[in-house]
């Protein structure tokens, strides 16, 4: 089965830094997408930031300039480093993968367990 295994969420202070990376195994189709998704408490989930095969990024309004994704894609990997964290930060967050075009979620299919960060004021 397909796998995917988030780490790095923990606490941390407004201002301050985390990095969380998510790497896959198991695929039996071809990652064309790989990104992160929150959800905060009695919130819907919401996109964070994607990645694309070919390096193209989006990020949500909220975190642009203070989150950068990342690939690597030779270990079917990415990462997140969030920096200049806020409160409103605080969700777990999900690392998703997919071919990039199934209905949902912008074509991200398959799901980690999520790691909470947790952001103090």
């Known amino acids: 089965q397909v796998h995917l295994v988030e780490s790095g969420g923990g606490l941390a202070q407004a201002g301050g830094s985390l990095l969380l990376s998510c790497s896959v195994s198991g695929t039996t189709f071809p990652i064309n997408l790989m990104g992160w998704y929150r959800q905060a408490r009695g919130e819907q989930r919401e996109l964070v930031a994607t990645?694309?095969?070919?390096?193209?990024?989006k990020y949500a309004d909220s975190v642009k300039g203070r989150f950068t994704i990342s690939r690597e894609q030779s270990k079917n990997s990415i990462n997140l480093q969030m920096s200049s964290l806020k409160p409103e930060d605080t969700a777990v967050y999900y690392c998703?993968?997919?071919?990039?075009?199934?209905?949902?979620?912008?074509?991200?299919?398959?799901w980690g367990q999520g790691t909470q960060v947790t952001v103090s004021s």
């Open positions: 990645v694309t095969r070919t390096g193209e990024t």
């Open positions: 998703g993968a997919g071919d990039g075009y199934g209905p949902r979620y912008g074509g991200l299919d398959y």
